[in-house]
């Protein structure tokens, strides 16, 4: 049975659809039939590799709203082995028009029950709330991977998150995992990203991954061209980072490295420092329990 894995941060902006579109590459890259679904009304996942959400006939919100199979919206991508369900524009209604609706935390759990078996990995790609979508989206998933930009009003959300993923687990999905914390956006140049990836190790220790992807030109360029940075710029330290995430992320479930992810570059490594680490105050207090209830699969 294949794996849902939700990717999920409230925050906007932390490299959430980033770090969807380029894992679920180099997954693929790898070998592992992936399938990505895009939740977010934004679509930036589905232009990120390169649809034209004008040319989209039906999306996620088909299914969601009006029970089309999911299997009749499922589109190939550049990537071999990796295929996505779009979204589009009429999701920014969905919240509204979910509410009235029967089981309505677990419409997309029924719906991807479909397909599930057909793919290694499901890739869910949530949009920066916590509102019925996100909800969704983790009822479905399996695990859960929470990118972290590495500043400070990026952590500030984290406590709520966590707390929706513990309500999530007691009433809705007990076995909703924590796959893993991806600290993007690492500016080596700051104290500042140094801290803030101190200060996440010392609260959430194992759950997070020990890549760490840097802040990069060559990432942020590469959604305009509607190619994951697989394709449009693989020597670049972007590349290498996602490369090793997935490496890091295959080896959790205990699958082999393959060459195509196990790429070696040690400036996109966990970072250390040896100066003093300040204390956030009240952004990471009290969220010691993120891997509590559920292994770090």
Same mark, same amino acid.
């Given at each position: 049975?294949?794996?849902?894995?939700?990717?999920?941060?409230?925050? @906007?902006? *932390?490299?959430?659809?980033?770090?969807?579109?380029?894992?679920?590459?180099?997954?693929?890259?790898?070998? $592992?039939?992936?399938?990505?679904?895009?939740?977010?009304?934004?679509?930036?996942?589905?232009?990120?590799?390169?649809? $034209?959400?004008?040319?989209?006939?039906?999306?996620?919100?088909?299914?969601?709203?009006?029970?089309?199979?999911?299997?009749?919206?499922?589109?190939?991508?550049?990537? /071999?082995?990796?295929?996505?369900?779009?979204?589009?524009?009429?999701?920014?209604?969905?919240?509204?028009?979910?509410?009235?609706?029967?089981?309505?935390?677990?419409?997309?759990?029924?719906?991807?029950?479909?397909?599930?078996?057909?793919? $290694?990995?499901?890739?869910?790609?949530?949009?920066?709330?916590?509102?019925?979508?996100?909800?969704?989206?983790?009822?479905? /998933?399996?695990?859960?991977?929470?990118?972290?930009?590495?500043?400070?009003?990026?952590?500030?959300?984290?406590?709520?998150?966590?707390?929706?993923?513990?309500?999530?687990r007691n009433h809705?999905?007990?076995?909703?995992?924590?796959?893993?914390?991806?600290?993007t956006m690492y $500016?080596?140049?700051?104290?500042?990203?140094?801290?803030?990836?101190?200060?996440?190790?010392?609260?959430?220790?194992?759950? *997070?991954?020990?890549?760490?992807?840097?802040?990069?030109?060559?990432?942020?360029?590469? +959604?305009?061209?509607?190619?994951?940075?697989?394709?449009?710029? +693989?020597?670049?330290k972007g590349a290498?980072?996602?490369?090793?995430?997935?490496?890091?992320?295959?080896?959790?479930?205990?699958?082999?490295?393959? +060459?195509?992810?196990? *790429?070696?570059?040690?400036?996109?490594?966990? +970072?250390?420092?040896?100066?003093?680490?300040?204390?956030? @105050?009240?952004?990471?207090?009290?969220?010691?329990?993120?891997?509590?209830?559920?292994?770090?699969?």
């Amino acid at each position: 049975m294949g794996q849902i894995i939700a990717c999920a941060n409230q925050k @906007g902006g *932390v490299g959430k659809t980033t770090t969807v579109v380029n894992l679920a590459t180099y997954l693929a890259l790898a070998g $592992d039939a992936v399938l990505v679904v895009d939740l977010d009304p934004q679509g930036n996942a589905t232009s990120g590799f390169g649809l $034209d959400r004008g040319d989209i006939v039906q999306s996620i919100y088909e299914a969601l709203i009006e029970d089309v199979s999911v299997e009749e919206m499922v589109l190939p991508t550049a990537i /071999a082995g990796l295929s996505i369900v779009p979204s589009s524009i009429a999701l920014a209604g969905a919240e509204v028009e979910l509410a009235p609706l029967p089981q309505r935390e677990r419409r997309l759990s029924r719906i991807l029950a479909e397909i599930r078996d057909d793919y $290694d990995y499901v890739v869910l790609d949530c949009p920066p709330s916590l509102g019925l979508i996100t909800v969704n989206a983790l009822t479905a /998933a399996d695990a859960v991977i929470i990118p972290i930009q590495c500043e400070y009003y990026a952590l500030e959300g984290l406590s709520q998150l966590i707390a929706t993923i513990n309500l999530v687990r007691n009433h809705l999905n007990p076995e909703l995992a924590i796959k893993g914390v991806v600290l993007t956006m690492y $500016d080596s140049r700051t104290n500042l990203s140094a801290e803030v990836n101190a200060e996440v190790r010392k609260h959430l220790g194992a759950a *997070v991954f020990n890549t760490v992807v840097p802040r990069s030109v060559r990432l942020s360029e590469a +959604p305009s061209y509607g190619l994951p940075i697989a394709l449009y710029r +693989p020597d670049s330290k972007g590349a290498d980072a996602y490369a090793l995430l997935a490496a890091e992320f295959r080896a959790r479930d205990g699958r082999l490295a393959t +060459p195509s992810t196990a *790429v070696a570059s040690t400036a996109v490594n966990s +970072p250390t420092t040896n100066s003093t680490t300040a204390d956030p @105050g009240p952004a990471l207090r009290g969220i010691d329990t993120v891997a509590s209830g559920g292994d770090a699969r």
